[in-house]
């Protein structure tokens, strides 16, 4: 097709910590990434105390959109969009640095408010972070933090505070110096910022915590280096403060997974994220898939606004690689029928189980695209190194493992590392996507067996047919037969008549 057809956009962030531009391509009803930019320019550690930003700070961010305007000369003007944040809203000087700045890049910046990139930060998360209905999004910036309650696409309670990983460094952590005191200095000075801001977060009530950028996104690195699942709590905050103490100074601190580049602002963040589990009480949170340049992204591309963002991946994954749509549909009805049946036996509805599953019966045949042989290895290739909007890191893990494990030989070690839920959930719903798969195999509506569906015991599976169906379906009956044996290797039970 012709090029103009698929219209690129462009993102730009200029972060108190880093510069981001982000480039996209709109296809038929997806976002396709197709460049990214990011510099550390630490715009926030050049603020003195009189407001002003210092010309070292300035000369790092002209330095910067000096890169970025030669990919921006090719883009219409009304596809770019480019926003300042806490820093320069901050400096008292920014007009010296805008004019410098926009006639570099060839475009306007806007310097947008706290609350409004508060609702940004949230768009960009609700669009590809399909996690929850309700939501609570935390994202640590370099001279800000902004915090978002909200339903589906629609933030309703908004803070963006003063607080922020670079702006702390410079108070708390300036000699470099790591102990418990200026970690507790640090914490209380966070929660002095959110006095009064707190209750009526706590009235909207939420069902997931999502973390937007830089702090919880290195945290979930450290975790995954060191073993952990990435899930965020408490308990793993406070234990990689003890080991940021233990190491006494931010030269030397050295974690498994840390990235250098964020060394240097981790303890302030790690701190204000300490302080925000403590006041909100949070059980957990999980890293986002976007953030604010996602949610200016999603605001250029009228089209893409307050659509279901797994309803549009699947989509997007069907048209891609040509998938068989009826068939897909045929799978995932079947799955969902068993589903319903043994959520209650099975204790199944958890950890957005049933949303997981859904999306492994539409994607199942990805894989066909390379061969028919080894489909369901190709498909978890294929889907491990393809983007997956709307599922978190543990969530795409577990969908790849169930396509992996959609027909003939079981990969229980699959099966057995996920992170999300455990072994026994995740066999599950491998079980009720391969028998899904087996009593769809003829590929037509009218032929589709009724099947029930129950279990007393976690091992065990039990379907019935319909009197006589299996008799006049052989090849049926033979494919169970073979399941059976495939489950039994696995120490799974598997029975039907």
Known sequence: MPEQNYPVYAAIDLGSNSFHMLIVRSVEGSVQTIGKIKRKVRLASGLQQNGTLDQAAMLRGWDCLSLFAERLQDLPVQNVRIVGTAALRLATNKAEFLQTAEQILGHRIEIISGEEEAKLIYVGVAHTSGTSKTK????IGGA??????GERFEPKVVNSLNIGCVTFRNRFFADGSITLRNFELASEAAQAELSGKIQPYMAFGWQACLGASGTPQAIQEILIAQGENEMITLDKLQALRQAC???GDIDKLSL????????????SGLAILI???KAFHLDYMVV??????EGIVYGMIPCLQNQDIRKRTLTSFIERYRLDKEQALRVRDM???IYDQLHIPWSLEQHDSKAILEAAAILHEVGLTVDFKFASKHGAYILSNTAIPGFSLAQRKLLISLVQNYREDIFISELNRQTMTSPVLAGQLARILRLAVILTMRRKDEVLPKVKASSHHINELDIQFEQNWLANHPLMESELKQEQTYQKMVNWQLSFS
């Open 256 to 267: 498994p997974g840390l990235l250098e580049e964020r060394r240097p602002v981790f303890v």
């Open 245 to 247: 103490i233990d190491c």
């Open 335 to 337: 799955a969902l029928n």
């Open 136 to 139: 609570l999004v935390i994202d």
């Open 144 to 149: 800000s933090t902004e915090i978002v309650a």
């Open 288 to 293: 986002a898939g976007g953030a604010l340049r």
């Open 275 to 277: 302080a925000l589990f």
